[in-house]
């Protein structure tokens, strides 16, 4: 399988632009309505997968676990380029089905990183090193969603949450917390590419085929 002609693009976007690291994500609930909602980027494995993170108490993964029907809308401001990315994603948990997960990922079979439970772990691992303590405290907070009048007085809820700690008490609300920290992996098959910039502006899109190759195809914008 070839590297995707949009990776490098999304690559260098990124390396231009460190900040502009949020997208809208979207995906479909139990009654088929497209629900959206920004996230932050967190990293792009080698064969091109979307990682983000979310808590799992959240929305989306119960929308995934009904369909894995997602579409990401990526605008980088400074260089006013658009990426649309379509396809199948999966939550990454220990709660979750990780076999189902590799296969609506398209990983099944693949034995090292992105179809390796242990590299999701590690991966897993890192990621909630590198997010912050105020938003790891997030995921050590009551449900998300939850009527504030039925859950105990924000005073009481964590402020920030280290990573790692070698004190008893603090590794119970560490654990607790990082129990609800998923990865969302998403499996892109269909990328639009729009730059703005240039007049006349540039459309084009890559879809993944059967065999795996990407075919470009540039279109009026
Ligand atoms: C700039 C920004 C970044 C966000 N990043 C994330 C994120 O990375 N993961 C996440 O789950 N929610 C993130 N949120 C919150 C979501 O937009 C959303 O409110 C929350 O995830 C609940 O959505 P859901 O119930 O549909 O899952 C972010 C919100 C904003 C405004």
Redesign the pocket.
Known sequence: MSKPQWLPLVEQQLKENPKST?YAFSTLSEEGKP?V????HRGITSNGLLL????TR???PQHLAHSATTEVAWWIEPTNVQFRITGPAATIHPSQDLQKAFKTLGVEGQTDEEGSAEWWENKRKELWKGVSGHLRAGFGRPP??KKLDEVEGSDKWPETIPAESDKPEEQKTIQNAYDHFAIIAIAPEAVEYLELKPVPNRRTQYRRQGDGEWEETKVAP
């Open positions: 949020t629900k909602r920004f996230v932050i983000t993170t979310t808590d959240m929305a989306k998300p969603g």
